[in-house]
């Protein structure tokens, strides 16, 4: 649900931000356009775990919000494309700061899981 309140204290602008891509798919759908325009199948196809219904849903509020494009032919089959906006590009520093973090925690939590097993484990693992 959307927070409509954002005359609050120095937390806000990333209130804000969070707000728009909040939740389990709004930033891997965003990472994906990253790459350029991209079909409602290929974007199903590169989140596996995702329900049609719920890619629906996350791309109308990402629509609505302004963060992306879409785009509808009249063919048949029906053709939808989707692509980043003016605003939706301007979050890329965003979304490629949070893939770094990303791979950077991921690689400390691999060491660190390394560094607990015991030393026999350790030197079958190498």
Known sequence: MKRKD???GPGCPVEVT???IDGKWKG???YHLQEG???FGELRKRLPGITQRMLTKQLRALEQ???II???YAEVPPRVDYELSETGLR???VIDALRAWGEDHRARQSVAATAKRPKTLRKQAA
Do not use: A
Request: hydrophobic letters at 50%; glycine letters at 4%.
């Open 6 to 8: 954002f005359g609050c």
């Open 18 to 20: 969070l707000d728009l």
């Open 28 to 30: 891997v759908i965003l």
């Open 37 to 39: 325009r991209l079909r």
């Open 65 to 67: 919000d302004d963060l």
């Open 70 to 72: 879409r785009k509808v």
């Open 91 to 93: 979050l890329r520093p």
